[in-house]
């Protein structure tokens, strides 16, 4: 498992939900030593959104959002499987609605592996 398949399934997932008249993705990868020397990972998209009090649940098995009933085809297992290969690198995943309506922007945090010695 790894943070690969999280990013794909997570872009997968804003092309899937994508505003059909205002199509944008924004992926920024943040190196954040500052930070507990993590990076930060942010995929933004114009899609759909998420109900504000949805928000906690998203990364549950087999939850599907009230915004998600217009035939996108999710089943619920996506985002919980990215929060589980996160989990296993010691990382964090979450997601928060934008100002900006029907904005979606999915975060997740890993930390930088110590350097390599070899």
Same mark, same amino acid.
């Given at each position: %498992?790894?943070?690969? %398949? +999280?990013?794909?399934?997570?872009?997968?997932?804003?092309?899937?939900?994508?505003?059909?008249?205002?199509?944008?993705?924004?992926?920024?990868?943040?190196?954040?030593?500052?930070?507990?020397?993590?990076?930060? $990972?942010?995929?933004?998209?114009?899609?759909?959104? +998420?109900?504000?009090?949805?928000?906690?649940?998203? $990364?549950?098995?087999?939850?599907?959002?009230?915004?998600?009933?217009?035939?996108?085809?999710?089943?619920?297992?996506?985002?919980?499987?990215?929060?589980?290969?996160?989990?296993?690198?010691?990382?964090?995943?979450?997601?928060?609605?934008?100002?900006?309506?029907?904005? $979606?922007? +999915?975060? $997740?945090?890993?930390?930088?592996?110590?350097?390599?010695?070899?």
């Amino acid at each position: %498992m790894n943070i690969k %398949m +999280v990013i794909l399934e997570l872009i997968e997932n804003s092309i899937k939900h994508i505003n059909k008249q205002e199509k944008s993705i924004l992926i920024e990868i943040i190196n954040n030593n500052n930070n507990n020397n993590c990076i930060l $990972f942010k995929i933004k998209d114009t899609g759909i959104g +998420v109900k504000q009090d949805e928000l906690n649940s998203i $990364f549950d098995r087999f939850f599907l959002g009230s915004n998600t009933k217009n035939g996108s085809g999710g089943k619920g297992l996506g985002l919980p499987l990215c929060r589980e290969i996160i989990k296993k690198h010691n990382g964090n995943i979450w997601a928060e609605n934008s100002k900006k309506k029907n904005s $979606f922007t +999915v975060f $997740f945090k890993i930390p930088i592996l110590g350097e390599s010695h070899g």
